[in-house]
T-cell receptor, first 115, second 112 residues
Framework: DTGVSQDPRHKITKRGQNVTFRCDPI?????LYWYRQTLGQGPEFLTY????????KSRLLSDRFSAERPKGSFSTLEIQRTEQGDSAMYLCASSSWGTSGSEQYFGPGTRLTVT | LAKTTQPISMDSYEGQEVNITCSHNNIATNDYITWYQQFPSQGPRFIIQGYKTKVTNEVASLFIPADRKSSTLSLPRVSLSDTAVYYCLVGLRDSGYSTLTFGKGTMLLVSP
């Protein structure tokens, strides 16, 4: 399967703990995006990478959130001191330089539950 | 970014054609219209994109009138597996990158 993969698929954590999610984009895609989706809502943009450079961050991305893409391949999203409001599905997407920026390929997501 | 309005939900039966209309009165000259499909517990999937008139692919057709203030996603002969949320998005096709702005989408329920 050469699609976008995310790990873990589910994560349950206690409030105040740190969590880290991983995203592996489609191998030839140089653009990588993180979104967050809560129940009944569409995905909300969090941040964007072009290769290893983080070029855009939403104001939704508080200072407890940090994302990296160290070698321009996989990416990690870390949430420090988790809060119950962080419970959501975290989606990763990737796209290729040569295609439409609005044609993104999404992974299956990581569902985070903060208790 | 142009705001979009689409029905919250629609019901259909297997084998019928389904048309989901999206309003985008403030669409800009350079904006494209893109539709995504999302199944429960999965990420959204790109369905189709267009600028004007009609676009057709193996999954759906997209009809865009001349004023471009609305668009209609047409799904021919739906099956139970087409039950999903459908999102209409409007924005630049190639701005170097694109931060997709999703609304709440249209929940399509297909019944036997």
């Amino acid at each position: 399967d050469t699609g976008v993969s995310q790990d873990p698929r589910h994560k349950i954590t206690k409030r105040g703990q740190n969590v880290t999610f991983r995203c592996d984009p489609i191998s030839e895609h140089n653009r990588l995006y993180w979104y967050r989706q809560t129940l009944g809502q569409g995905p909300e943009f969090l941040t964007y990478f072009q290769n290893e450079a983080q070029l855009e961050k939403s104001r939704l991305l508080s200072d407890r959130f940090s994302a990296e893409r160290p070698k321009g391949s996989f990416s990690t999203l870390e949430i420090q001191r988790t809060e119950q409001g962080d419970s959501a599905m975290y989606l990763c997407a990737s796209s290729s330089w040569g295609t439409s920026g609005s044609e993104q390929y999404f992974g299956p997501g990581t569902r985070l539950t903060v208790t | 970014l142009a705001k979009t309005t689409q029905p919250i939900s629609m019901d259909s039966y297997e084998g019928q054609e389904v048309n989901i209309t999206c309003s985008h009165n403030n669409i800009a000259t350079n904006d494209y219209i893109t539709w995504y499909q999302q199944f429960p517990s999965q990420g959204p999937r790109f369905i189709i994109q267009g600028y004007k008139t009609k676009v057709t692919n193996e999954v759906a057709s997209l009809f865009i009138p001349a004023d471009r203030k609305s668009s209609t996603l047409s799904l021919p002969r739906v099956s139970l597996s087409d039950t999903a949320v459908y999102y209409c998005l409007v924005g630049l096709r190639d701005s170097g990158y694109s931060t997709l702005t999703f609304g709440k989408g249209t929940m399509l329920l297909v019944s036997p």
